[in-house]
């Protein structure tokens, strides 16, 4: 039959499946038990970086809104004294 003519028998991988069958509940908890402490420390290293991350976001806010203040709060400051100056023309002669 050509459908099952590449180089493997169908009895062979009727044989590796039942072989795969038999050893899957001996092999599954040993590689299980050997990848857990590598998964466990993989989420730990996520978790960690995720929090610093968060940690790093937070304080750059921090600092843009109060350099946002600091801004708005000179805008405010030139605009009271560019006021009080257009109010008063006695002190804008004496300026020239």
Excluded: C, H
Excluded at 28 to 37: G, H, K, L
Excluded at 66 to 73: G, H, Q, S, Y
């Amino acid at each position: 039959m050509a459908l099952f003519d590449n180089g493997f028998r169908v009895g062979t991988g009727v044989v590796i499946g039942i072989g795969a069958l038999i050893l899957a509940p001996v092999v599954v908890p040993a590689v299980a038990a050997a990848v857990r402490p590598l998964i466990k420390a993989g989420l730990k290293g996520g978790i960690m970086f995720y929090e610093k991350g968060k940690e790093m976001i937070a304080e750059t806010q921090e600092l843009l809104e109060d350099l946002a203040a600091e801004v708005k709060a000179e805008l405010t400051q030139e605009d009271e004294v560019a006021e009080a100056l257009a109010a008063s023309p006695s002190a804008a002669s004496t300026a020239e």
